[in-house]
């Protein structure tokens, strides 16, 4: 059972474009999101992340939508560059945490130069 | 990644030989995590621990085995090499049960022939 689904798959984006990645959980015990960055060899690393109380979190260009009601929420990243080209992870974690991050399947983003 | 080093980067292994990659981390986090990731899939939780010889399974867990005898070492086994198990597999420390804080390791690219 895919937990948290993660949507398109690839993207590719004009440089100084907006990239928008959607994510949607299922497990309502989910209370903490957070969206990592892949670089090709590399593991991931945290990018961003937000509570399911706050509607909105942004760090530079990165931001996070949160929409609890619609079990939604989506990474927007402005003024996209070349270096952000990478693979995208948003996960979930409830508060018990024994289970690990539960990981939607990955978006693979190209920011054309 | 500081902290965190995965042994070996990459493995060639014969379908039906026992392999082990090894998780260490010089951070003494008491959670250690094993991940595999395959295209398509994102990644999915193997095992974890959450304290020497306390270890639990995780949502792809049949045909591997962990051990964790120090802090510092969290092991992965595949007893008998299937094709199946070819991916790349990430180890992954946390502080805390539910801190979002997670670091992965660089990864284990493992190819069952």
């Known amino acids: 059972q895919q937990q948290v689904k993660q949507s398109p798959q690839s993207l590719i984006v004009q440089k100084g474009g907006i990239s928008i990645i959607n994510c949607a959980y299922e497990n309502t015990a989910f209370d903490y999101f957070p969206w990592y960055q892949q670089f090709p060899g590399k593991g991931p690393a945290l990018l961003i992340a937000?509570?399911?109380?706050?509607s909105e979190k942004k760090e530079g260009r990165f931001t996070i939508s949160f929409n609890k009601s619609a079990k939604q929420f989506s990474l927007h990243i402005m003024d996209s560059q070349p270096g952000d080209s990478a693979t995208y992870f948003c996960?979930?974690?409830?508060?018990?945490?024994?289970?690990?991050?539960?990981f939607g399947k990955g978006t693979h983003l190209i920011i054309q130069p | 990644d500081a902290g965190i080093t995965q042994s070996p980067r990459h493995k060639v292994t014969e379908t039906g030989t026992p392999v082990t990659l090894r998780c260490h981390q010089t951070?003494?986090?008491?959670?250690m995590y094993w991940y595999r990731q395959d295209p398509g899939h994102g990644l999915r939780l193997i095992h974890y621990?959450?304290?020497?010889?306390?270890?639990d399974k995780g949502e792809v867990s049949d045909g591997y085995s962990v051990s964790r005898s120090k802090t510092e070492d969290f092991l992965l086994t595949l007893e008998s090499a299937t094709s199946s198990q070819t991916s790349v597999y990430f180890c992954?420390?946390?502080?805390?049960?539910?801190?979002?804080?997670?670091?992965f390791g660089s990864g284990t690219r493992l190819t069952v022939v």
């Open positions: 951070e003494n986090h008491r959670y």
């Open positions: 992954a420390i946390s502080r805390e049960l539910s801190n979002y804080g997670y670091t």
């Open positions: 621990s959450y304290g020497v010889k306390d270890t």
């Open positions: 937000i509570r399911p109380d706050v």
């Open positions: 996960a979930g974690l409830s508060g018990g945490g024994a289970d690990g991050l539960t």
